[in-house]
Nanobody, 121 residues
């Protein structure tokens, strides 16, 4: 099975920063595009960013554009999400998910546990 493990979440104040990591456990990450998703309480899950397998293409939801940066280090089998200027609205559980391409709405493989991000003063 495809398995990704998220880490790096925590409690931060508004305006603070966090860097999330998404690491592959039993497959080669470089073969796939990776999307970051989040789900806040009582809200629908949304995809907030994606990076192509090569790293040549990235995209961001309007809600995070300009504040978040996605990157990947295929040698380390890891994708990162740098989150700056965090807002309380960013509070959610964050997940990463493999995709064939960033243009596809379909993600696949096993879900990780997610990592909790809480932005509060």
């Amino acid at each position: 099975q495809l398995q990704l493990v998220e880490s790096g979440g925590g409690l931060v104040q508004p305006g603070g920063s966090l860097r999330l990591s998404c690491a592959a456990s039993v497959f080669t990450l470089r073969s796939f595009a990776i999307g970051w998703f989040r789900q806040a309480p009582e809200k629908e899950r949304e995809e907030i960013s994606c990076i192509s397998s090569s790293g040549d293409t990235t995209n961001y939801a309007d809600s995070v554009k300009g504040r978040f940066t996605i990157s990947r280090d295929n040698a380390r089998n890891t994708v990162y999400l740098q989150m700056n200027s965090l807002k309380p609205e960013d509070t959610a559980v964050y997940y990463c998910r493999s995709k064939l391409s960033c243009g596809s709405s379909v993600s696949f493989g096993s879900w990780g546990q997610g990592t909790q991000v809480t932005v509060s003063s």
